[in-house]
């Protein structure tokens, strides 16, 4: 197997495995064995637990983007867009049922450890909270956008949160449905369907 596929595979478990036990309770053991490296191979390729958080940031980051830009190309209005965002939680609901929301999970783990890497994690926030704030300035918010996107965020977060200390499905669903309430109630044009089109 080549070097770039070896580091690729253990990225991508580390990954997991810092979502599903915590990037604390996960060893390199953890990892190496998930993968099935040896010991010495696997520090051929990272030396420390932090380079392999940098790269599963940086990886998180990636895949964030390329989700952003391929829900810019699928939807054509910006209420559609922040539809997607919203129904992240439904798509990915037992997963959050079980381990919470990826990234506010990393993002908690890391402030509590005062961690240096805190603020690279905070990064996926901010790549949500500008795309939605774009969103809402196309559908005539300018003034508003960051507001309505940071309101957005925490509005998930909760229903995350909730969500993995209750295991209630049923009410990730009636949440999900009141945000998009409250989104076009935001943004009225938003709700007629000639509008949305033309958006």
């Not at 253990?10 to 053991?29: C, K, P």
């Not at 300018?142 to 949160?161: K, Y």
Request: glycine residues 6%; aromatic residues 10%; contains cysteine.
């Amino acid at each position: 197997m080549r070097a770039s596929e070896t580091r690729r595979q253990i990225v991508e478990a580390a990954d997991r495995l810092f979502y599903e036990q915590g990037f604390e309770a996960t060893s390199f053991a953890d990892i190496a064995a998930d993968v099935g490296l040896s010991r010495g191979n696997f520090y051929y390729h990272f030396k420390t637990k932090d380079e392999i958080l940098d790269a599963v940031i940086a990886l998180r980051l990636a895949n964030t983007r390329a989700m952003l830009e391929a829900w810019e190309q699928d939807a054509s209005a910006p209420a559609d867009r922040i539809r997607r965002f919203v129904h992240i939680l439904v798509m990915n609901r037992a997963k959050i049922m079980a381990h919470g929301c990826p990234v506010g999970t990393l993002c908690n783990e890391l402030a509590k450890l005062n961690h240096a890497a805190k603020g690279d994690a905070a990064r996926l926030f901010g790549l949500f909270r500008d795309w939605l704030g774009r969103q809402f300035a196309k559908l005539g918010r300018e003034a508003e956008a960051d507001a309505l996107a940071l309101h957005l965020l925490m509005r998930s977060q909760g229903v995350a949160t909730l969500a993995t200390a209750f295991g209630d499905e049923t009410f990730i669903r009636r949440e999900v449905d009141d945000m998009e309430a409250w989104l076009y109630a935001q943004c009225p044009a938003a709700s007629n369907p000639d509008a949305r089109q033309s958006a």
